[in-house]
């Protein structure tokens, strides 16, 4: 009878510590879960915030694309001002003379006129 109470107290021992075992090991299953659980939510994070950067990254290539476009119309208009700058700097001499002479051509009509009305009434 003793070995049978021997053999019972030893398998309660072992009942007792795989108990134990299996607490200890219930913990670290629902430790190991949360820790998986904010390691799924991390990585969604993470994703979320590549997609969000991915598309901050088209929106501003985009942007640069436009503003270079923009620059080289600018440039362009910038170049055909200064051509037509050059040209008008070009003319500016003949306009003066065709202007001066236009003074002069009804300067001389009008000394014309005067002199004829003047004959005219003597």
């Known amino acids: 009878m003793e070995a049978e ?4 107290g030893e398998a309660r021992e072992q009942y007792a510590s795989s108990e134990r075992r299996a607490m200890v090991l219930a913990g670290e299953i629902e ?10 939510r991390a990585r ?3 994703e ?3 997609h969000e950067a991915s ?13 270079a476009t923009q620059k080289r119309k600018l440039e362009n208009d910038i170049q055909a ?5 050059m ?6 001499p003949y306009y ?18 005067m002199f004829l009305f003047c004959t005219v009434e003597q």
């Open 48 to 50: 979320n915030e590549l």
């Open 96 to 113: 003066c003379v065709a202007r001066q002479w236009k003074h002069a051509t009804v300067f001389k009509i009008n000394i014309c006129q």
């Open 31 to 40: 430790e190991l879960r949360t820790q998986l659980e904010s390691a799924e």
């Open 87 to 92: 040209a008008a700097v070009i003319r500016l």
């Open 81 to 85: 001002m200064q051509v037509c700058c």
């Open 5 to 8: 109470q021997q053999t019972a």
């Open 55 to 67: 598309d901050r990254v088209g929106d501003l290539s985009n942007a640069n694309s436009s503003l």
């Open 44 to 46: 969604k994070a993470a």
